[in-house]
């Protein structure tokens, strides 16, 4: 929408007023103008109510500008959304549409925004800014803008990989944390002297034999996040990356194999914690159902110790077997 028609469509408010006429006054953002039309204020309402309303507007009118000198413009919109089925006289049409073109103009500066941001790739900044833009000023030429621009924007397919690449790119960096807090655990415990200025911040990578040298619940979560990059954004260079470093784990029997214990130790605990939620409801021939599941489907490890332990406790409890 240019200047030219959204003063156009401002200056259709100030005179569809007909001199003598009570007839509200109804303004409708669209893109490209404004519409008006007569509204529930006739000619033979009683002058009471017509100040009522009036009354209203100015106060709803009052608030947005309050709110506009505030920068606080979702607030400012809602006010004059509010006002807009309000207005029962030329002066109110004339102050309702200044304050919307200023509204307006400040939502036209927010798309420009989200314009670079596009045209520099932040594509999750853009989108942030539009989608913001689109509830902000909603009503307005600006919010209809805003979301034409989202729409094309999320249909781009340039756009959608590079969204997928950059939230793979942050799993895959949370995984890379897990490492490199290994990393530092493992480093000698002298401190060498700080440096004079703070380094950069190193880009994350992940090799495999740093997955390899993780313990424990260390190297859990770690290949935790990297299947759900694999999972989530396989076609990504990121995902393409994970699935690599999982097959390398994979190849490494004795990786594979502390995995399989961990995951395994995990899917115990899982199942002794609803077994010992049942037992504590009191029922205990399902919480005994779910002990034996445990011993059964976990040999070895801790979680089957504790669940034959409380199925003993059970079974001495109901004189079962």
Request: glycine share 8%; hydrophobic share 40%; aromatic share 4%.
């Amino acid at each position: 929408m240019t200047a030219r028609s959204t003063t156009t469509g401002m200056l259709v408010v100030l005179l569809a007023v007909t001199v003598g006429a009570r007839g509200q006054i109804n303004i409708h953002g669209k893109t490209g103008g404004t519409s008006i039309r007569r509204g529930v204020v006739k000619d033979d309402d009683k002058t009471d109510e017509v100040e009522a309303l009036r009354k209203s507007c100015l106060y709803h009118l009052a608030k947005a500008e309050e709110y506009f000198e505030e920068g606080n413009y979702n607030a400012c919109n809602l006010k004059l959304r509010k006002a807009k089925g309000l207005l029962v006289s030329r002066e109110l049409a004339e102050r309702w549409g200044e304050l919307a073109k200023k509204l307006n103009k400040v939502g036209n500066e927010r798309i420009a925004d989200g314009d670079k941001a596009l045209e520099n790739k932040e594509y999750r900044k853009a989108i942030r800014t539009y989608r913001q833009a689109s509830l902000m000023f909603a009503g307005l030429p600006a919010g209809t803008r805003a979301r034409r621009r989202l729409a094309e924007l999320e249909r781009d397919p340039s756009c959608r990989a590079a969204l997928a690449e950059d939230k793979a790119a942050q799993l895959f960096e949370l995984a890379a944390a897990v490492v490199d807090r290994n990393r530092r655990a493992s480093a000698p415990t002298t401190r060498p002297a700080a440096p004079a200025t703070r380094p950069a911040p190193r880009e994350a990578s992940i090799d495999a034999g740093d997955l390899q040298a993780l313990k424990g619940d260390a190297l859990l979560r770690a290949a935790d996040l990297l299947e759900r990059v694999v999972k989530l954004y396989p076609h990504t260079p990121t995902g393409r990356r994970s699935a690599e470093l999982l097959q390398a784990l994979n190849d490494d029997k004795a990786c594979r194999e502390r995995l399989g214990r961990l995951r395994s130790g995990r899917r115990a605990e899982k199942a002794l914690a609803k077994a010992d939620a049942y037992r504590s409801a009191g029922l205990l021939k399902k919480a005994a159902g779910l002990y034996e599941e445990v011993v059964k489907s976990h040999p070895g490890t801790p979680q089957a110790a504790e669940a034959a332990r409380q199925l003993g406790v059970i079974h001495a409890q109901t004189g079962g077997p």
